[in-house]
């Protein structure tokens, strides 16, 4: 679902966000991308979903090349970012048609799928809320709601969870795990929640200074008695690391 061979990101002034990255995503799988802020996660995120041009390198995306075919990589894949994109003051009904029409749908359409995507993640009887009057984990759930409407075999996911409370947080772990099992959705997200990836991804990519220096599921990862935090810091190492203004929050 995901194949890449020495990608790579120079950003102005040599700032070498991500470099010969190679990865591979079976279809159906659960993958979580970690790393420590500046790492290289957001980049390649926003490479992989066609939102940032690569300097070098060639990655395969839902079967479509991405350089040559971006078109088709987007019409088969759905993108949530870190920051969603509901408007607080508009209904979400007429948002939810609106992005299915933009994939092809007629309204008709648009309509039926959206009641379809909202009754799998539990908002039906919502869609004519304003985003503004939602709490953090239904407008979560929305956001990944307009990624689906167009019905990807690919999700990207980027820190979904990040700001929701515990409830809201296991809900929507649940609701992700059920896009794999109804459908057979492949996800790739990121996170900086170690016990998130630890439950819920079927196999970890650990990127540091732009470059994978783990991968394996999360039991593989952890010998000895170790945690998934444990891990993490002995190869990340415990500095504090800075956010690049060059490649963005998180990167």
Same mark, same amino acid.
């Given at each position: 679902?995901?194949? &890449?061979?020495?990608?790579s990101?120079?950003?102005?002034? *040599?700032?070498?966000? /991500?470099?010969? @990255?190679g ?7 659960? /993958? ?13 995120m ?14 395969t ?38 992005? *299915? ?20 993640l ?31 075999? @690919? ?5 979904p969870?990040? *700001?929701?409370?515990?409830q ?7 609701h ?14 990121? &996170?900086?929640?170690l ?17 994978? /220096? ?16 444990? /891990?993490?810091?002995d ?5 504090l690391?800075?956010?690049s203004?060059? &490649?963005?929050?998180?990167?």
């Amino acid at each position: 679902m995901i194949k &890449t061979s020495g990608l790579s990101k120079t950003f102005d002034g *040599g700032v070498e966000a /991500v470099r010969d @990255l190679g990865i591979s995503v079976e279809p159906g799988e659960i /993958v979580g991308f970690l790393g420590p802020n500046g790492a290289g996660k957001t980049t390649t995120m926003r490479m992989l979903t066609t939102l940032l041009r690569p300097t070098s390198g060639t990655a395969t995306v839902a079967g479509h090349d991405l350089s040559a075919d971006a078109k088709e990589v987007r019409r088969r894949i759905g993108y949530v970012s870190q920051g969603g994109g509901i408007l607080p003051t508009v209904p979400l009904k007429g948002e939810l048609e609106l992005q *299915g029409m933009l994939y092809g749908l007629s309204r008709r359409e648009s309509a039926a799928r959206a009641g379809e995507v909202l009754a799998g993640l539990d908002l039906s009887g919502l869609e004519n809320s304003l985003g503004g009057t939602l709490s953090g984990g239904r407008r979560r759930r929305f956001d990944i709601a307009f990624a689906l409407l167009h019905d990807p075999a @690919l999700l990207f996911l980027d820190e979904p969870t990040t *700001g929701l409370d515990p409830q809201s947080r296991a809900n929507l772990w649940d609701h992700i795990r059920a896009l794999r099992q109804e459908k057979g959705t492949t996800v790739f997200l990121t &996170t900086h929640y170690l016990d998130e990836a630890d439950a819920l991804c079927d196999r970890l990519l650990i990127i540091d200074h732009g470059r994978i /220096v783990a991968e394996g599921a999360p039991a593989e990862l952890k010998t000895g008695g170790r945690t998934l935090d444990d /891990v993490f810091l002995d190869i990340t190492g415990r500095s504090l690391r800075e956010e690049s203004a060059l &490649t963005g929050k998180g990167a």
